[in-house]
T-cell receptor
Framework: DARVTQTPRDKVTEMGQEVTMRCQPI?????VFWYRQTMMQGLELLAY????????DSGMPKDRFSAEMPDATLATLKIQPSEPRDSAVYFC?????????????FGDGTRLSIL | GENVEQHPSTLSVQEGDSAVIKCTYS??????FPWYKQELGKRPQLIID?????GEKKDQRIAVTLNKTAKHFSLHITETQPEDSAVYFC??????????FGKGTMLLVSP
């Protein structure tokens, strides 16, 4: 059963530190999504890649967040500098962009706590 | 952009009862509607989806119905079991656009 792999599973750090989260999409999937989940806001889309190209990062605070896909097997989400309000669970999802109805498959998430 | 409203936010049922969760969407061009189940501390998992050319889809105890005219779709769970307890999210998308999620429904099934 192919799965999206995210690392680390948990991260606790002090505000001001750089945080890097990694995602390995399911082999063969060409779309990658980064979501942030909080109790107040639910699931928010931060960034969306198709064939490694960023298509939509309008949900991401540009001054401190950055998302990249160095290659087809790795997506990264960085926060620098981190702030307590960034505390959330960050999910990566991948899918096949073969049409309008391709499901997204989620990883187990990174639980981020900024002290 | 698309807006998805989901209700109720919480739903408590007795084991064996049916549960219904409803979502409405704003963009009439949306044509793909998945439902995700998220257990506490776990990832959202796709449980069923429906496309706009279909009015209903069933998979064992779960079913989804879609009313394109009214722009709403619903998740139906029959013969609920305690392991159905989780947060359920609906979502909508069109073309190559991204999914817009509802705020979620916490379902609690009591033995």
């Amino acid at each position: 059963d192919a799965r999206v792999t995210q690392t680390p599973r948990d991260k606790v750090t002090e505000m001001g530190q750089e945080v890097t989260m990694r995602c390995q999409p399911i082999l063969g999937h060409n779309t990658v999504f980064w979501y942030r989940q909080t109790m107040m806001q639910g699931l928010e889309l931060l960034a969306y890649f198709r064939n490694r190209a960023p298509l939509d990062d309008s949900g991401m605070p540009k001054d401190r967040f950055s998302a990249e896909m160095p290659d087809a097997t790795l997506a990264t989400l960085k926060i620098q500098p981190s702030e307590p309000r960034d505390s959330a669970v960050y999910f990566c999802a991948s899918g096949l962009d073969g049409g309008s109805d391709q499901p997204q498959h989620f990883g187990d998430g990174t639980r981020l706590s900024i002290l | 952009g698309e807006n998805v409203e989901q209700h109720p936010s919480t739903l408590s049922v007795q084991e064996g009862d049916s549960a219904v969760i409803k979502c409405t969407y704003s963009d009439s061009a949306s044509n793909y509607f998945p439902w995700y189940k998220q257990e506490l501390g776990k990832r959202p998992q796709l449980i069923i989806d429906i496309r706009s050319n279909v009015g209903e889809k069933k998979d064992q105890r779960i079913a989804v119905t879609l009313n394109k005219t009214a722009k709403h779709f619903s998740l139906h769970i029959t013969e609920t079991q305690p392991e159905d307890s989780a947060v359920y999210f609906c979502a909508a998308s069109k073309g190559y656009s991204t999914l817009t999620f509802g705020k979620g429904t916490m379902l609690l099934v009591s033995p």
